[in-house]
């Protein structure tokens, strides 16, 4: 089978991988609306075709740097948990096929591999560290000094999360991780006095477990509290990853947010929420230009990358399709998916004209079908 899209790497991973796993992987919160929707709304979004224009030479890199950085492309590898289900060098091989491909990654607090390590295999293409907040904040402290001792430019705070949405797909597979998987930014962290603690994945977090009761995630997260308290404790960047609305996009603003990712966990926590790519628009517009503006969700073609960027995206990035990549054929694999949208961008914007990304706009596409409306 040859594989010359996303969804060929997703069809041959499924066939590589237990289906509990793969499972936890594709599926979403409730009925799964926002995690189809993420997909169906790009189609509603078309692309001008122009004609005439000279596109012999395509300069598919971002517009503007990241973190001092110009990458080849503004496409990266957004954070998701345990790679190692996948292929045994995980988020190594997909750190390594970044830093080859010349393109970022954020890193999980659940990966299995570590901070460092992961700097370590992609010293360049490595930025993003995500982080989740628990209440026993000593815990989230510790992480946040071991990502900027590693070397990372950026905390990506997860503020989509202050509970697990609804995933029946793993209730009903009664999905646990492997005995034998690492938490490897979790080895040998303390409750702040001392003792050595265990933090439990949020989809194997039990109600009433008194081990790990202080050690879950913080519902209490609010723009007041929690962006300082990370400001004073770190002097690497503070991005929020969760945003989905002009007036949560000014509120991070206000608190001293440093950049804005446009994410709905994947269509992972609430469902009939707004699809990622029709959010984007009214973030863009709440921010005019003050920080930039990343999307994830749903993005498996070029002319997915196309229509972020045109409506004002910065940056887009993808996260089932570097596993389904890591299943099919390790770090080469991953390789291989981000070369396959590297070049469908670059068809997508010679065959609409634009020979740079900075010839990206909302000139260069229309919108057409039921538009979402404040009530």
């Known amino acids: 089978m040859k594989l010359l899209t996303l969804d060929d790497l997703e069809k041959k991973a499924s066939q590589r991988i237990e289906k509990s796993v793969f499972d936890f992987w594709q599926s979403g919160a409730g009925d799964l609306s926002t995690l189809k929707e993420n997909r169906n709304a790009f189609s509603r979004y078309k692309i001008i075709g122009r004609t005439m224009v000279d596109v012999s030479r395509l300069d ?3 517009k503007n740097e990241l973190f001092g950085k110009k990458f080849r492309a503004p496409i990266g590898v957004a954070p998701s948990s345990h790679h190692t289900l996948a292929s045994p060098r995980g988020e190594l091989a997909t750190a390594g096929a970044c830093e080859n491909t010349k393109v970022p990654i954020g890193l999980s607090s659940y ?3 570590s901070g460092a390590e992961v700097k370590d295999a992609a010293p360049n293409s490595a930025v993003f560290f995500q982080l989740y907040v628990f209440k026993n904040r000593k815990v989230s402290e510790q992480l946040v000094r071991r990502a900027e001792q590693a070397g990372y430019k950026a905390i990506l ?8 949405g609804q995933r029946y797909a793993d209730a009903r597979n009664n999905f646990r991780l492997p005995r034998n998987v690492r938490l490897g930014n979790f080895e040998d962290l303390d409750d702040g006095k001392g003792n050595k603690i265990k933090i439990p994945h949020p989809v194997e977090q039990k109600k009433g477990d008194s081990q790990t009761a202080s050690n879950v995630i913080d ?4 723009w007041a509290e929690t962006i300082p308290w990370l400001k004073s404790i770190t002097n690497m960047q503070i991005w929020a990853k969760g945003i989905i609305c002009g007036e949560d996009a000014q509120l991070a603003i206000d608190a001293g947010i440093d950049g804005i990712w446009v994410s709905n966990h994947g269509g992972r926590q609430l469902d009939e929420t707004l699809p990622t790519i029709e959010a984007l628009q009214d973030v863009v517009d709440a921010v005019k230009g003050r920080v930039p503006v990343h999307l994830d969700g749903g993005v498996r073609t070029g002319a ?10 910065d940056f887009v990035w993808v996260g089932r399709p570097a596993l389904w990549g890591l299943a099919c054929n390790g770090q080469k694999g991953v390789e291989k998916m981000l070369e396959i949208l590297i070049k469908d961008l670059s068809i997508t914007m010679g065959l609409a004209g634009t020979p740079s990304v900075a010839d990206i706009s909302r000139k260069s596409i229309v919108r057409f079908g039921p538009r979402y409306s404040k009530l």
């Open 60 to 62: 598919t890199s971002p």
């Open 111 to 113: 990966s299995n591999y």
């Open 157 to 164: 705070l997860t503020s989509d999360t202050p509970y697990l």
């Open 219 to 222: 519902p209490s997260l609010n």
């Open 304 to 313: 997915d990358i196309f229509k972020a960027l045109a409506i004002g995206a």
